[in-house]
């Protein structure tokens, strides 16, 4: 049986305890899908992290926009709803 850590350590974790939301996004073409993980923070940096890699960051970008587009070219779809840091703590 796999285990996959999903905690995330601090050192890879450069949004850290600043988040204000999360997105999961998927590559629906790819079964099962394929996840990833997008974080924002307060100042409106993104980091997309992938849960497959031990949470690696694979992408910044200094705006969502940017970062979506990223997400965009590459065929991933956003999951229904976003996770707000102020809901969540």
Do not use: C, Q, S
């Given at each position: 049986m796999n285990i996959t850590n999903i905690t995330l350590s601090q050192e890879l974790?450069?949004?850290q305890?600043?988040?204000q939301f999360a997105e999961v996004w998927i590559?629906?073409?790819l079964t099962p899908p394929y996840i990833l993980l997008l974080l924002a923070d307060a100042q409106g940096k993104c980091q997309i992290y992938d849960p497959a890699k031990d949470y690696t960051?694979?992408?910044s970008a200094e705006d969502y926009e940017?970062?979506?587009l990223w997400l965009?070219?590459?065929e991933y779809e956003p999951i229904q709803?976003?996770?707000l840091s102020d809901e969540w703590v």
């Open positions: 974790n450069p949004v305890n600043n988040w590559d629906p073409m960051v694979i992408f940017t970062a979506k965009l070219e590459d709803g976003r996770l």
